[in-house]
Structures are given as structure tokens and as C-alpha cells.
């Protein structure tokens, strides 16, 4: 199962997909337009049910083991930066127990339709139901795994969950309620984030998202979500390191001056390269404590050093092979 996202599988050559998406990306209206006709240009695999409740899961297990805040757990309010097209983070986080979801990207991508919402209802209903004939830990998904430990973990019960579906599929407009009871989406980026008020928020996560955020506001993302976090709070995050053209390490062979412009900011395909240690430190230059939780690393080099940009030819093998890294960050309760 696919837990990360990096551009989809398809066997077309990394360098005529930067063609089509650097041509196509400066298109005036395209980028509201394109994923709806090209699944090349879509943020990420959301409008599968399955992929949307894994996803959430394991944030959400991460939260319930680390958080040490003062808030009761049945009333926490979480953020996802990056949602893409989907907002399943704000159904799923109702039926764990949140009183508000708040949803912040760059634009205006997500909507959620009403079969979306009940198939994922029912994928998390399935999972429930395996989870609770408990099976040796060897026979679960890891999904199955991070339900038994939420439950394990006392943020909720399974009873408290299905209250919450009963009381979600008696809707005739889930996304109708869900908009007036949890869900806050926006869509300004950095500027939604500076309007969010000081320890409002117990858990933020991003899946695929924070390789995105612009060079230019990495930082101040990253101290924008530690301000907006309560004093013990969670932070989980998924960052892909590899290119969003062939999941290598061709973005790095470009110079900054090329890369940093409009253009290939607009392409879809723009990751801000940082690498591992880089994000780590900008993290906690920001006053985060992170920990890696596990790591996705190639076996040897993707790509030749030669092949890089110079500015990238001398990073140190353990940044280059890192290609994706999941950090648990937290907010500590004392400074
Ligand atoms: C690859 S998609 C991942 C979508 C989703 N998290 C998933 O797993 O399917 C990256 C998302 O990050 C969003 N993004 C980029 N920069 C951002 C920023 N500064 N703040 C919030 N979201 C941002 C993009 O608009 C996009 O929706």
C-alpha cells in the first residue's frame, strides 16, 4: 500500500514531464483547470478512500502517543497544511473526537462529495470491525496497527467512534455538516496560518506537503505552526525529498536562479529541495524538538553526483540518499 506520494507511477521520461508541466504550468488558468483533465497534475492519490484513512491514521496514532498537552482529548483542534484535493482529515478527525479541523493550502483544490464521504466511512468502519476481532498484531495492516493503538491509547473508544458514524450517516449533507461543525478550510497559505491564534491547535501534520512550501516562507511556515501550537502539542510530518518527475533526484540538477522562479514554482513539480538535515534544522530553528520516526532511503545514489548542480554535488551522502523522512515534532511544555 502507498503511503506517499510523489508524482504518479506513470513510464513517461522525467525530462518531457518537466517539458509539458513547465509549459502547461504557465498557462494562465491552468493550474485550476489541469488536474481535473491530466493526472499528472493532481496533488496527490485523494479521492481514494483507503489512501486518505491510512494516511490519517498514522498521524493521528503519532498525536495520540506524543501529545502532552493540557487539552482534553476529545476536544482537540488539529491542523493538516497541504490537503490537496481532499478533505478527508476533517471527517475523520470529527469521528476521532475533534472539535475542529482546520485545512490550510495554497489554493482552493478540495470539495467533498457525499459518496466520498460514505465510502470512507465505510473503509474506516471495515478497519474497525477487523480491529476489534483482535488479531495477532503480525496479521493487521499497519493502518489496523495504528487504529489498535489510538484505541489502545484512550484519545477515543471504538464505541465513541461509532456513535459519531451513526450519527454522520444519519446526514442527508455530510460535507453540509461537516462545514458547519469542524471543518475550516482556507486557502492562503502562510497568510491563513498568521490569522490562526497563538495555542489554538493541539496536532498539525503533512502528508507530501512541506517539500512544497515555497524556499522563501519555509521558515516562517515552520514558526507560524509552532506559534499556532499549544505548549506540548504534536507535529507529523511526511516530507518526499525525491523529484516530483521520476521520484529521483533530478530536481537537484537545476541552479537556484532557475529553479526559484515563477515558472517552476507554478509547474506543479516544485519542491524547494531542501534535504534532510536542512529540514531538520530548520525545525528546530524554530524551537520544534523533532525525532525521526522512520526513513525511506535509496540504497545507493539514484542519480551520479556529476550530474547534479554543483550546489548540490558536495551534500552529504546521508541528505542524498534520504528520500523521504517522517519527523515527529513537538512542541515542548516548558522553555
Ligand atoms: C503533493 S500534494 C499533497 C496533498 C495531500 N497531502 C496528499 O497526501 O494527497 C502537496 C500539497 O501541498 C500544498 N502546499 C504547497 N505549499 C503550501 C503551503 N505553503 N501551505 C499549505 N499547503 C501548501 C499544495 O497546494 C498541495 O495541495
Known amino acids: 500500500m502507498r503511503l506517499e506520494y510523489s508524482g504518479m507511477p506513470l513510464p513517461i521520461p522525467w525530462y518531457v514531464k518537466f517539458g509539458v508541466k513547465l509549459a502547461l504550468g504557465s498557462v494562465p488558468g491552468a493550474k485550476q483547470c489541469l488536474p481535473k483533465l491530466l493526472p499528472i497534475f493532481r496533488h496527490g492519490p485523494a479521492g481514494d478512500p483507503v489512501y486518505c484513512r491510512d494516511v490519517f491514521l498514522a498521524h493521528f496514532a503519532r498525536f495520540a502517543a506524543s501529545y502532552a498537552g493540557a487539552a482534553n482529548r476529545n476536544e482537540i483542534h488539529i491542523l493538516e497544511m497541504g490537503p490537496g484535493y481532499s478533505l478527508a482529515s476533517g471527517l475523520l478527525g470529527y469521528l476521532f473526537g475533534a472539535k475542529r479541523v482546520c485545512l490550510v493550502d495554497v489554493g482552493k483544490y478540495a470539495a467533498m462529495e457525499d459518496e466520498f464521504a460514505r465510502r470512507l466511512i465505510d473503509r474506516l468502519e471495515s478497519l474497525l470491525k477487523t480491529t476489534e476481532e483482535n488479531p495477532p498484531a503480525a496479521d493487521l495492516s499497519p493502518a489496523g496497527s495504528h487504529l489498535k493503538e489510538i484505541l489502545a491509547g ?16 444519519a446526514k442527508a449533507d455530510i460535507a453540509g455538516f461537516l462545514f458547519e461543525n ?154
Open 182 to 335: 469542524v471543518i475550516d478550510y482556507r486557502f492562503e497559505g502562510l497568510q491563513s496560518l498568521r490569522r490562526l491564534p497563538d495555542a489554538s491547535i493541539q496536532m498539525v501534520f503533512s502528508q507530501a506537503v512541506l517539500e512544497h512550501v515555497a524556499r522563501s516562507e519555509f521558515s516562517q511556515v515552520l514558526s507560524e505552526l509552532y506559534r499556532i501550537v499549544e505548549a506540548g502539542g504534536v507535529g507529523s510530518h511526511v516530507i518526499d525529498f525525491k523529484d516530483h518527475l521520476g521520484a529521483s533526484l533530478n530536481s537537484l540538477r537545476f541552479s537556484e536562479r532557475f529553479w526559484e522562479t515563477g515558472l517552476v514554482y507554478r509547474s506543479g513539480f516544485y519542491t524547494n529541495r531542501y534535504r534532510k538535515s536542512q529540514a531538520i534544522e530548520m525545525f528546530e530553528s524554530a524551537g520544534w524538538q523533532v525525532s525521526v520516526v522512520s526513513e525511506k532511503r535509496w540504497d545507493c545514489l539514484p542519480l551520479s553526483r556529476s550530474r547534479l548542480h554543483e550546489h548540490f554535488q558536495k551534500l552529504p551522502e546521508d541528505d542524498l540518499l534520504c528520500g523521504s523522512l517522517t519527523l515527529l515534532a513537538t512542541k515542548p511544555t516548558s522553555v
Open 154 to 169: 484512550g484519545t477515543t473508544s471504538a464505541k465513541a467512534i461509532r456513535q459519531r458514524i451513526t450519527t454522520l450517516k
